[in-house]
């Protein structure tokens, strides 16, 4: 039992309730052989008759002391103030009753010190309503940053765009219905559009992701990811990752502006390089000596990454490599220039231990949406008992 039936901090509903949420997997990894909970009744016939009597409002005449024991560290904290909505506390969990206005967002802000965090209280509280005196647990360590399960672990999909229009037929461009309800598809099931940022901070053993995160990228730098795909985007709560070759910003009445992008940005969609005029890096030219063709392929990486910088007001760090095309002198030209990731158009998805400079990425190039399904895996199974 979750806690003495006879406490009454709970009733026997939020009890099993808590319970349920605690026997989750992720929430069970946390708890593993560290875990356990003593619950102490002291009655109390005046102020002052117990040390944490202080704690208490002036009238209580008993008082339930929860003494929560995880991993060695204890809290102490009284069930005696139903006004009070923090009812236990760890170094690992809070319990808390969800007040007016409170949302997912909002708890996140308040306990985790980060509201693009509500994805955290949100898993951890799956079938848990948000309303006022509803019960929640808000786990407060990271302890499964890899995304690691004894039958598997995580592996986020990443996926590409290039143009949208009205409606279209050519294989790079897609019309705003299919988006639209692609974009659908993904909120509906639960996915969570993380930025190439926390991905990065996935790949580098720094931060936990969503079960379901996928990252969506824009390439090339079409005005139709501005007038078509942002709405859309905006509309379900998403952000994405515009990949842009520099020659192509403000070229035409067909392609995205500085000042397109940098409202964007503001918005939360995060700008990597795509090189300077979107040419083949692993192609030498025809009468293009070896000399020449290394400081080509330098400027286009070096000086892209110093306009995006110098426009946006960033440090450029993502990448993705025009064609998909790469090579081991690119990948060493990546890293002495400052890139941190970069993709390719490999169809599959990433795990925590893919190499951040050759991460896959999946082309949408066609309009049904069972090959769009195809394209979301994110747990690979696989015995790791």
Not at 101 to 127: H, I, M, Q, Y
Request: with cysteine; glycine share 8%.
């Amino acid at each position: 039992m979750f806690l003495d039936p006879n406490a009454g901090l709970f009733t026997s509903n939020e009890r099993k309730g808590l319970e349920d949420r605690f026997q989750q997997p992720g929430m069970r990894d946390r708890q593993t052989d560290t875990l356990s909970w003593f619950v102490i009744i002291a009655d109390v016939t005046k102020k002052g008759d117990h040390p944490l009597s202080r704690k208490t409002l002036a009238s209580v005449k008993s008082l339930v002391v929860v003494v929560f024991m995880i991993g060695g560290g204890l809290v102490l904290l009284s069930s005696c103030a139903p006004t009070t909505p923090l009812l236990l506390q760890s170094e690992d969990f809070t319990v808390y009753r969800l007040q007016k206005g409170d949302t997912p967002v909002t708890v996140a802000e308040r306990f985790l010190g980060d509201p693009r965090r509500s994805w955290v209280v949100e898993e951890a509280n799956k079938d848990i309503s948000f309303k006022t005196g509803k019960i929640v647990v808000i786990p407060l360590k990271e302890e499964n940053k890899a995304g690691l399960r004894p039958d598997g672990f995580q592996v986020v999909p990443m996926l590409c765009y290039h143009r949208f229009a009205d409606d279209c037929e050519g294989p790079l461009c897609l019309p705003a219905r299919v988006f639209d309800q692609q974009m659908k598809y993904l909120k509906e099931n639960g996915y969570r559009a993380v930025s190439c940022s926390e991905l990065l901070a996935f790949l580098e053993y720094r931060q936990a992701l969503p079960e379901k995160a996928v990252v969506i990228t824009l390439d090339d730098g079409y005005r139709s990811a501005y007038e078509i795909a942002y709405p859309i985007l905006k509309k379900y709560g998403f952000t994405a990752t515009l990949f842009i070759y520099t020659d192509f910003v403000g070229a035409s009445r067909n392609a995205v502006t500085w000042d397109l992008l940098r409202e964007m940005k503001a918005y939360g969609f995060e700008v990597g390089g795509h090189s300077v005029s979107h040419a083949d890096l692993t192609k030498q030219r025809k009468g293009e000596g070896a000399q020449a063709y290394k400081a080509r392929i330098e400027k286009e990486l070096r000086v892209s990454k110093q306009i995006i910088d110098k426009k946006l007001g960033q440090n450029t760090i993502f990448l993705a490599f025009p064609y998909g095309r790469y090579d081991e002198t690119i990948l060493g030209m990546c890293q002495r220039f400052g890139y941190k990731m970069a993709v390719s158009v490999k169809r599959g998805s990433n795990p925590f231990f893919a190499d951040p400079l050759t991460l896959r990425r999946n082309q949408i190039l066609t309009k049904d949406m069972t090959t769009f399904m195809s394209r979301l895996k994110t747990f690979q199974k696989a015995s790791l008992r």
